[in-house]
């Protein structure tokens, strides 16, 4: 069965970095697009990243471009988030989910969380001022 497991969330303060690793296992992801996600309390989940594993095209919403870079490892058959500058803004669970989005279908679409067929169970991410 399909997993995907995060892990390098923690406690930072600002100004700092983390790497958040996303392990997936139980099927084939080359054809598919991963993502990251966030979930602050009180608001809802917002997309952060997505690179499509075949080709690595990567988009980012705004708030996290410049700071943030996503990138895939096909030898570990993982997908990671390096994190840099932290804000507190930045405080949220995170979450990797995977997207079986066509290559012929641009990957800004994948800032929907709708078009996701599998998540995570998510990884506390919290930074203090």
């Known amino acids: 069965q399909v997993q995907l497991v995060e892990s390098g969330g923690g406690l930072v303060q600002a100004g700092g970095s983390l790497r958040l690793s996303c392990a997936a296992s139980?099927?084939?992801?080359?054809?598919?697009?991963m993502g990251w996600f966030r979930q602050a309390p009180g608001k809802e989940r917002e997309f952060v990243a997505a690179i499509r594993w075949s080709g690595g095209s990567t988009y980012y919403t705004d708030s996290v471009q410049g700071r943030f870079t996503i990138s895939r490892d096909n030898a570990r058959n993982t997908v990671d988030l390096q994190m840099s500058s932290l804000k507190p803004g930045d405080t949220a669970v995170y979450y990797c989910a995977a997207a079986g989005i066509p290559r012929s279908v641009p990957i800004v679409v994948a800032t929907s969380s709708r078009r996701y067929d599998y998540w995570g169970q998510g990884t506390q991410v919290t930074v203090s001022s």
């Open positions: 139980g099927r084939t992801f080359s054809s598919y697009v």
